[in-house]
């Protein structure tokens, strides 16, 4: 179910935190879903357990998961598809944001798109 690539420039805590998004957002993880524990997880996909504490506890920090104290973590059901979909939507935006301001676009620029995407919605 949660997977690694280890080829890849983004964290691997990053990762996992991504697929548990990405799988709620799908509809994969439904509300109340028992995620695995951090030991057992961390031995299946050949990593260090503080990483996958460290995903664990962002995802709690966000509202995707909530933890019980000797039960584990389970996805939370205060977070629907739909407000799932719109949170990876705002780190998506965030990111693309991130690297056209890396690549020289301009704060204006960036604007102007937006508003153009939304006068194109109106109609």
Known sequence: ??????QSRTPVYQQLYDDVVRLVSMGV?????????????????GINPNTVSKAYKMLESDG??????GRGSFISEQLGQNQAAKIQAEKDLRETIQVAYKHGISKENVL?????IYEEDKT
């Open 64 to 69: 995707y998961i909530y933890s019980t104290v």
């Open 29 to 45: 993880l439904k509300s109340h879903t028992k995620l695995p524990p951090v030991r057992t997880l961390a031995a299946e996909l």
């Open 112 to 116: 102007k798109i937006v508003q153009e």
């Open 1 to 6: 179910m949660l997977t690694v690539n280890f």
